[in-house]
T-cell receptor
């Protein structure tokens, strides 16, 4: 079946502009995650959705970052007034509803490469 | 609290020789553990996972990992490296009993395979 998809695959924007990144999870995956991967770095957790609610948004680096999810499916990550330090690959992952011990793995999309000039 | 330490940021092996990528975790609960691989400019792909069944876990592409609770380790191995194994590898631990929807990533190990 179809995997996690993200769009756009690449985005170049000018400093100060707003951007929206989209994630389409696997059908039936109620949990959805956003991560950021800066050049040469590991994955930085941003936010987690269960259905349409975000019980954990502790990783959002500033109030310029926000995310929403509608219909328990598509999610949008918005970055306002982009800065050069926002340049990174933004990865989305989805998984089946969690069970004790986190049995179900995450499935990752290909990412959106954001470049702020 | 949960955390993951990947002991080597870079590992270099010759093609045909064994691979060992080390991972130690800390967890206040019996965790689930995962290894992911990321090839250049690609997303992350699951190699294998441990979820409290067999302690020796076999994954794709000939990789396997052994869960050792006494050593809090989950090292990734492969008997014979192939050029296509060159990539970055991430060890991941799931959250605790009341936060099992959260995942903690190691900083990654870049594997170089020499011809």
């Amino acid at each position: 079946g179809a995997g996690v998809s993200q769009s756009p695959s690449n985005k170049v924007t000018e400093k100060g502009k707003d951007v929206e990144l989209r994630c389409d999870p696997i059908s039936g995956h109620t949990a959805l995650y956003w991560y950021r991967q800066s050049l040469g770095q590991g994955l930085e957790f941003l936010i987690y959705f269960q259905g349409n609610s975000a019980p954990d948004k502790s990783g959002l680096p500033s109030d310029r970052f926000s995310a929403e999810r509608t219909g328990g499916s598509v999610s949008t990550l918005t970055i306002q007034r982009t800065q050069q330090e926002d340049s990174a690959v933004y990865l989305c992952a989805s998984r089946l509803p969690g069970l004790a011990g986190g049995l179900h793995e995450q499935y990752f999309g290909p990412g959106t490469r954001l470049t702020v000039t | 609290a949960q955390s993951v330490t990947q002991l080597d940021s870079h590992v270099s092996v010759s093609e045909g020789t064994p691979v060992l990528l080390r991972c130690n975790y800390s967890s206040s609960y019996s965790p689930s553990l995962f290894w992911y691989v990321q090839h250049p400019n690609k997303g992350l792909q699951l190699l294998l996972k441990y979820t409290s069944a067999a302690t020796l876990v076999k994954g794709i592409n000939g990789f396997e990992a052994e869960f050792k609770k006494s050593e809090t380790s989950f090292h990734l191995t492969k008997p014979s490296a192939h050029m296509s194994d060159a990539a970055e590898y991430f060890c991941v631990v799931s959250g605790a009993l009341y936060n099992f929807n959260k995942f903690y990533f190691g900083s990654g190990t870049k594997l170089n395979v020499k011809p």
